[in-house]
């Protein structure tokens, strides 16, 4: 299972601003966050020690109805991609 991070910031340049000699400079920037539109949530289950293979794992919605489902492999490893981002 690959080890996904998806950045949380949406980086922009910011303004150019000069600064000359001793000069101090206070530039207040905005980090607006990074527009998402789906995302994976993936994980392995066990029974506290050893994995589980062929555990239902159901995601919900956040009005508790099922949205998605997989079944974990014999690892106890599962992935559902394509979750729309802040569901």
């Given at each position: 299972m690959p080890d996904t991070k998806q950045d949380l910031l949406s980086l922009q340049y910011s303004q150019n601003f000069d600064i000359?000699?001793?000069?101090?400079?206070?530039?207040?920037?905005?980090?607006?966050?990074?527009?998402?539109?789906s995302g994976t949530v993936f994980g392995v289950v066990t029974d506290g020690t050893l994995p589980l293979a062929d555990a239902t794992v159901k995601l919900f919605d956040s009005a508790r109805l099922p949205y998605k489902h997989t079944i974990t492999d014999k690892a106890g490893a599962y992935s559902v991609s394509g979750v729309p981002a802040g569901a």
């Open positions: 000359k000699g001793t000069q101090e400079a206070n530039v207040d920037l905005e980090l607006p966050p990074a527009t998402l539109t």
